[in-house]
């Protein structure tokens, strides 16, 4: 009777476990924990056609899922802004090499953004594809959510859209009605209506001018004929003349190098005769000497004859 009661509690307690391990695995699960990781992606435009189960893709690669869609409505800026869930599943995605921590972010810093693409022009179904934005804003909303949140880039006709609202429809309506009447001003000018006369008158100078060259080159035809044809002559002489004129010039080389050896040769004996210490210079020296006791002898005879004009007859007085 009293193992009743022990086998009761022991059930309960067992099924207790089982419902903590339940709650913990799907807590764990859904906190993004094991292969699947969720994250949030937040549009500030219209999600029309993205439902709940589309596809979440990495350059065409479906890589995880869209879970949920919900509108958050920001009273600070009276903005509506569409928060989208989604299941990522990492077993769809392939590493090589070392994972780190800072992956995630380096991915982010290289311009890694969300985007909504359209699946089908028929349908209008949408789906969000993840790929590169190089130079792209990295905004993050202000949400609160426990998910990592993924940036994202507007669509190529939101881009477009924007850029229409920003245009005024009346500066633009009042630029179009300038340039009509410039061009109106232009059109009714008196230049613009002389412009065909002028471009007949152009053609007609053009269609003359052709004439005269077509004339000019008939008739320098022949002339030219001619002057090519002597050119190819005069041509053929010098291929025949110049092996002549070489050899020319080659006998006249070897004449000159005999010249300069004789010239040489004649300056070595000049320079043997001229140096100081030849029998020549030592000749020519006692030679100069002579001369110069001559030319004292003379001067002093012509001093004597000078006072003594009588010396011719008489002799000099102290030769008595």
Not at 69 to 78: A, H, K, P, R, S
Not at 84 to 90: F, G, I, K, S, Y
Not at 220 to 246: C, F, Q, R, Y
Request: net charge negative.
């Amino acid at each position: 009777m009293s193992e009743k009661p022990h086998t009761v509690a022991i059930g309960a307690f067992v099924m207790g476990a089982l419902l903590i391990a339940l709650s913990i695995a799907l807590f764990l699960l859904g906190s993004g924990f094991g292969r699947n990781e969720k994250v949030v992606m937040v549009f500030d435009g219209s999600v029309k056609g993205l439902n709940v189960g589309a596809p979440l893709a990495l350059r065409g690669v479906t890589v995880g899922k869209v879970t949920d869609v919900e509108v958050l409505l920001d009273t600070n800026n009276i903005d509506f802004l569409m928060v989208v869930e989604a299941d990522l599943m990492r077993d769809n995605i392939h590493f090589r090499g070392k994972e780190s921590d800072d992956l995630r972010e380096e991915l982010l810093r290289r311009g890694l953004r969300a985007q909504l693409n359209t699946q089908s022009l028929l349908t209008g179904l949408l789906y969000i594809e993840m790929d590169f934005h190089p130079g792209s804003e990295l905004k993050l909303a202000d949400i609160d959510s426990s998910y990592f949140q993924f940036p994202t880039v507007p669509t190529d006709l939101q881009r477009i859209a924007r850029k229409l609202q920003d245009i005024d429809p009346s500066k633009l309506i009042d630029d179009l009605n300038n340039i009509a009447k410039d061009i109106n001003s232009l059109v009714s000018s008196a230049e613009f209506q002389g412009l065909p006369a002028s471009l007949t008158r152009t053609l007609d100078s053009m269609t003359r001018l052709s004439e005269q060259l077509q004339q000019q080159v008939a008739s320098s035809g022949p002339k030219l004929d001619t002057v090519l044809d002597e050119a190819a002559t005069t041509v053929a002489s010098a291929n025949t003349e110049l092996p002549k004129l070489s050899a020319l010039v080659q006998s006249n080389l070897e004449v000159l190098d005999d010249a300069i050896v004789a010239f040489e040769q004649m300056m070595s004996s000049v320079d043997g005769v001229v140096s100081s210490d030849s029998e020549t210079i030592y000749r020519l020296n006692k030679a100069l000497q002579e001369v110069a006791r001559a030319g004292k002898s003379m001067q002093s005879l012509a001093v004597t004859l000078e006072n003594e004009p009588e010396a011719l007859i008489k002799g000099k007085s102290g030769d008595k």
